[in-house]
């Protein structure tokens, strides 16, 4: 986990083409658990049992463009856009099957 969690985790290797830098961005998100489970038995069978553990989700988000000029973040995931693909297919869909249905 300690290795996972660098500055190149999030903003990954700079990558320069054409007087442009380019830094890919990510979302980092860990978690972690822990319990203990005692176990009430009866001579040899009295114990306990703990757990543990922890995860890393890790999910690019956009580039980071460098210029002379300006630098500007450019996301990957527009959901929006997604969203608005959705609705004119699902719109588009919906208008062929009437047509067919009417001929």
């Known amino acids: 986990m300690q290795a996972s969690g660098s ?3 999030v903003f990954g290797d700079a990558v320069t083409v054409d007087g ?3 830094i890919p961005v990510a979302r980092v998100a860990y978690a972690f658990h822990a319990g ?7 001579g040899e069978e ?3 049992g703990s757990r543990g553990g922890g995860g890393i989700h890790i999910r690019p988000v956009g580039v980071l463009e460098i210029t002379k ?3 500007k973040f450019i996301p990957i995931d527009d959901r929006r856009k997604l969203a608005g693909a959705l609705l004119i297919g699902l719109i588009l869909g919906l208008w062929v099957g009437v047509r067919r249905s009417r001929d």
């Not at 203990?36 to 009866?42: F, N, R, T, Y």
Request: no cysteine; glycine share 6%; proline share 5%.
């Open 36 to 42: 203990i489970s005692p176990h009430k038995g009866e």
């Open 46 to 48: 009295q114990r306990e």
């Open 69 to 71: 000029e300006e630098t």
């Open 20 to 22: 442009k830098t380019i």
């Open 7 to 9: 500055v190149k985790t």
